[in-house]
């Protein structure tokens, strides 16, 4: 049940990317949620992916096309977390590498756009320094979870997917 729940969910997540954003959005999306989707289904990947989606209504709502930055950041940290709390010493870099490959594609996709070098170089550094203090946050979880129990594992998840969004928002001011 759980798998078919999932499925649904990941359909009508990918289905609104393609309405209201277009290919690269979906891209991204799909991409995301392949790779969550390797380290097993469950629904706690998706519920913190689907939230992505306010970045695309805010984006369509505002006509701000540049909040496909943040969104993409988004996707990728929550794919740079994968398994961040059960990942084994030699599985703890699958998840930073997803990310990166969320970066890696989202670059590729602004070079189709004809983003100007300038501009992808920003992009670039700004998602690097991004994706670095999400793996930061990984290990000193790793380190010190017994010291923050209190916090869910899913709760602390997502507040590191919403900073990480919010600085690559904050970012697409340089």
Do not use: K, N
Request: charged share 10%; proline share 3%.
């Amino acid at each position: 049940m759980a798998h078919l729940i999932f499925i649904i969910v990941e359909l009508l997540f990918l289905a609104v990317a393609h309405v209201f954003g277009g290919p690269p959005w979906t891209v991204i999306g799909a991409l995301a949620v392949v790779l969550l989707a390797l380290g097993g289904i469950r629904i706690e990947s998706l519920a913190i992916v689907v939230p992505s989606l306010a970045w695309l209504a805010l984006s369509h709502v505002t006509g701000i096309r540049e909040l496909f930055f943040p969104y993409s950041m988004y996707l990728a940290s929550c794919v740079a977390l994968r398994d961040s709390q059960r990942a084994t010493q030699r599985a703890v870099w699958l998840g930073p590498l997803g990310g990166a490959a969320i970066v890696a594609v989202f670059l590729v996709i602004r070079i189709l756009q004809q983003a100007t070098l300038r501009v992808l170089a920003v992009e670039f550094v700004v998602a690097a320094a991004i994706l670095a203090l999400v793996l930061v946050a990984c290990l000193w979880r790793r380190r010190h979870g017994e010291q923050v129990a209190r916090v869910t594992p899913l709760a602390w998840q997502a507040a590191i997917v919403v900073a990480s969004s919010l600085l690559a928002y904050a970012s697409l001011a340089m």
